[in-house]
């Protein structure tokens, strides 16, 4: 086992605060992450991580270290990518993250169409609704939606993405069409609710008119963690949702879906990429997010065109 080999799986347990994970990370055993430290541990005489049965936590060696392997691996990397930049050859693995409802219908259709211009790229991508601790689950990129203060990571807008409160027609003729938040904030009608640990969802922010946004504590009977589910649960007549207008536009032209709530609208989104402060963008990171960026706008684009509005509204 190479020294440098040793120090990138240091790093990921670091990480990904386990072995186990760090080892399905890197494509390798258990056992052979665990060799791997205890190598490392034997190299530097002494011990860089506290094991018990159920945790696995730094020794304050092990996070000093970290932060001189972190300058090692980011060195080699500059190397790697310089070398790459001269010789328009880039290699190496990006690993992604994205909504559902983002990655499914923009980021995870044109991750071949990336693959197939820069071969030597691999991209591991993960979709979940629930929000990305990107320093500490090793992600390179991150895709999200939402308003964004973390000056932990770096934020490149790619669009501003409007909402919609919508709800189907058989919930409309049962309970009512509400015009403004006021309504929903009552006992009158159901919001289907986004939830998860740190999830704001039960207070939406709609824009009065005055212009001005403010937050409305809302409920209703379903809860998920998949914004996907809940289009469901809409789309069968069980409540309400807030959603992006790319999520719902074909539901909308179609009328399985309508507007609600126009007097008071939700608070427009930004979509973005968020990726870790460092001392240099990899050029292979650099070219996934200008790739997907220019894919997603393009897509936003044609879902929320002039006409498909007109339609849907």
């Known amino acids: 086992m190479s020294y440098f080999t040793n120090i990138q799986m240091f790093v990921r347990v670091f990480e990904l605060g386990s072995m186990s994970a760090a ?8 056992a052979v992450a665990s060799a791997r430290i205890g190598e490392l541990e034997k190299h530097l005489g ?6 018990t049965t ?3 936590l730094p020794t ?6 970290y932060k001189g392997a972190l300058n090692i691996l980011e060195s080699v990397a500059l190397a790697e990518a310089e070398v790459a930049e001269l010789s328009g050859s880039h290699k190496g ?42 320093a500490g689950e090793g992600v390179d990129v991150a895709f999200a939606l939402g308003t964004f203060e973390d000056s932990t990571v770096k934020r490149r807008k790619i669009a501003e993405c409007e909402r919609v409160l919508c709800a189907s027609p058989s919930y409309v003729s049962t309970k009512g ?49 998949d914004g996907d589910v809940l289009t469901e649960w809409a789309l069968a007549g069980h409540g309400i949702i807030n959603k992006p207008l790319f999520e719902v536009a074909e539901y909308l032209e179609r009328s399985d879906l309508v507007v609600v709530c126009e007097k008071t609208p939700p608070v427009p989104v930004e ?43």
């Open 23 to 30: 080892a399905r990370d890197l494509g390798v055993s258990a």
């Open 46 to 51: 002494t011990r860089l991580f506290n094991r």
């Open 54 to 56: 159920r945790t696995l």
């Open 60 to 65: 304050e060696h092990g996070s000093t270290y």
């Open 93 to 134: 693995t990006i690993f992604a993250a994205a909504p559902l409802g983002i990655g499914r219908r923009f980021i995870a259709p044109s991750v071949p169409i990336f693959k197939q211009a820069h071969p030597g790229i691999d991209v591991r991508l993960r979709l979940t609704d629930h929000s990305i601790d990107i």
């Open 177 to 225: 069409h509400p015009e403004n938040g006021e309504a929903l904030a009552g006992k009158d009608h159901d919001c289907l609710l986004m939830r998860f640990p740190g999830c704001p969802d039960h207070r939406w922010n709609l824009v009065g008119a005055d212009g001005k946004a403010r937050p409305y504590n809302v409920k209703g009977p379903f809860e998920s963690d």
């Open 271 to 313: 979509l973005v990429c968020l990726y870790p402060h460092r001392r240099f963008l990899d050029p292979k990171l650099r070219l996934f997010i200008d790739f997907m960026s220019q894919q997603c706008r393009q897509a936003l684009s044609e879902r929320t065109a002039p006409q498909h509005m007109q339609t849907a509204l």
